[in-house]
């Protein structure tokens, strides 16, 4: 089992930033893969951003490419979403994931925090 614990989001004017946090426990020794999700009220869940446990490797959406940047500290196994140069389009409720070595899918999901861009 892992849980997942986010925090960070809020209300913010276009051109702000934010960063949001997803601290991880129970199984960290076993993390393959950490992301960000998002889903805007309406609409499905899309991705955002993740990045690989060991290798540190990256992969983002196009519409965030260039503005968030994920990172993660290993010690605290918690994953970062720096966001900059917010945009109104980028409310939405964020979640992190977790998919675990020899897992298919992400097995694991955080309860969601709350960013809103105005604008």
């Known amino acids: 089992q892992v849980q997942l614990v986010e925090s960070g989001g809020g209300l913010v004017q276009a051109g702000d930033s934010l960063r949001l946090s997803c601290a991880a426990s129970?199984?960290?020794?076993?993390?393959?893969?950490m992301s960000w999700f998002r889903q805007a009220p309406g609409k499905e869940r899309e991705f955002v951003a993740r990045i690989n446990w060991s290798t540190s490797d990256t992969a983002y959406a196009d519409s965030v490419k260039g503005r968030f940047t994920i990172s993660r500290d290993n010690a605290k196994n918690t994953v970062y979403l720096q966001m900059d140069s917010l945009k109104p389009e980028d409310t939405a409720v964020y979640s992190c994931?977790?998919?675990?070595?020899?897992?298919?899918?992400?097995?694991?999901w955080g309860q969601g925090t709350q960013v809103t861009v105005s604008s």
């Open positions: 994931a977790v998919r675990l070595i020899g897992a298919a899918q992400y097995g694991y």
């Open positions: 129970g199984r960290t020794n076993s993390l393959y893969r």
